[in-house]
């Protein structure tokens, strides 16, 4: 893999009552960087949301708007 056949690419998700004394959904990230040949993690991230979420789908959209 050469270096300019490699990308930052990212990852998220979120979880809905991933705390179980809380139920408090957790939201997560990573940034990677991929080529044909490489993977290469280097800035996972994760944080309980401040709201209690009703739906798996409430849980994903509120993660977009944690603050770091």
């Known amino acids: 893999t050469s270096i300019s ?5 990212t990852y998220a998700d ?11 959904p957790t939201s997560g990230g990573q ?4 080529g ?3 993977c290469c993690g280097i800035a996972p991230i994760s ?4 709201v209690t979420a ?3 789908t409430f849980a994903k ?3 977009g708007h ?3």
């Open 31 to 34: 940034l990677n960087f991929e």
């Open 14 to 24: 979120a979880d809905l009552g991933g705390c179980a004394c809380k139920l408090k």
């Open 47 to 50: 944080a309980r949301q401040t």
């Open 61 to 63: 959209a509120a993660s």
């Open 5 to 9: 056949e490699v990308v930052p690419i």
């Open 36 to 38: 044909s040949k490489t």
């Open 66 to 68: 944690t603050p770091n």
């Open 54 to 56: 009703d739906s798996t």
